[in-house]
């Protein structure tokens, strides 16, 4: 069991270029998220999915985009990044209950 | 809306126990969940709790009282690498997100 994974690890964009994110996990988890952490900040909600073709907007959705096509992926997307959008993104999965798995995070900096 | 209120910093001795409370008002309440995450890393579950009580793993228990919308993380025999960030979150509901706390830093001192 990979849990979850993320792809990159790091990435570093021009300002106004795009990218994205992919996140799989293995554990036929129904719920995904992708959240955005700050220094010395907690965990902000930017998308999530209850389920394969379905998605949700988060505390901070704007300028990002997400697809769910397929259950055990989950896909983050920045149309024209922004120096704001520098920042550690985790994907996470769950189960009904509140065991939460994290992946391992993508360091994002715009210049 | 919803709240959950956990201290910003905790300091411990090493070798003690030390207690991190969470409080919660929440629209509704299926259980109380913690994670742990060290500076550069990434949030790792450590305890889930549905029931009132306390849930013993190892070193690390967590106890929830739902009437008094209430839990906490006791960490016992502190080790150094246990300084860390702690977050409480709570299960509103199968298809609403957690709702994480701030979370407590730890800082573990000889």
């Known amino acids: 069991n990979a849990g979850v994974t993320q792809t990159p690890k790091f990435r570093v964009l021009k300002t106004g270029q795009s990218m994205t994110l992919l996140c799989a996990q293995d554990?036929?988890?129904?719920?995904m998220y992708w959240y955005r952490q700050d220094p010395g900040m907690g965990l902000r909600l930017i998308h999530y999915?209850?389920?394969?073709?379905?998605?949700a907007k988060g505390e901070v959705p704007d300028g990002y985009n997400v697809s769910r096509l397929k259950k055990q992926n989950f896909l983050l997307g920045l149309e024209s990044a922004a120096p704001s959008q520098t920042s550690v993104y985790f994907c996470?999965?769950?189960?009904?209950?509140?065991?939460?798995?994290f992946g391992p995070g993508t360091r994002l900096t715009v210049t | 809306g919803q709240s959950l209120e956990q201290p910003s910093e905790v300091t411990a001795v090493e070798g003690a126990i030390v207690q991190i409370n969470c409080t919660y008002q929440?629209?509704?309440?299926?259980?109380l969940s913690w994670y742990q995450q060290h500076d550069g890393g990434a949030p790792t579950f450590l305890s889930y709790?549905?029931?009132?009580g306390l849930e013993e793993t190892g070193r690390f228990s967590s106890f929830l009282s739902r009437s008094d919308s209430y839990g906490y993380l006791l960490l016992q025999e502190l080790q150094m690498k246990d300084s860390a960030s702690y977050f409480c979150?709570?299960?509103?509901?199968?298809?609403?997100?957690?709702?994480f706390g701030k979370g407590t830093r730890l800082s573990v001192i000889a």
């Open positions: 996470a999965s769950r189960l009904l209950t509140g065991e939460q798995y």
């Open positions: 554990m036929n988890h129904e719920y």
């Open positions: 999915s209850v389920g394969e073709g379905t998605t």
């Open positions: 929440t629209s509704g309440f299926y259980g």
């Open positions: 709790n549905a029931l009132d």
């Open positions: 979150a709570v299960t509103i509901s199968g298809n609403t997100p957690l709702v």
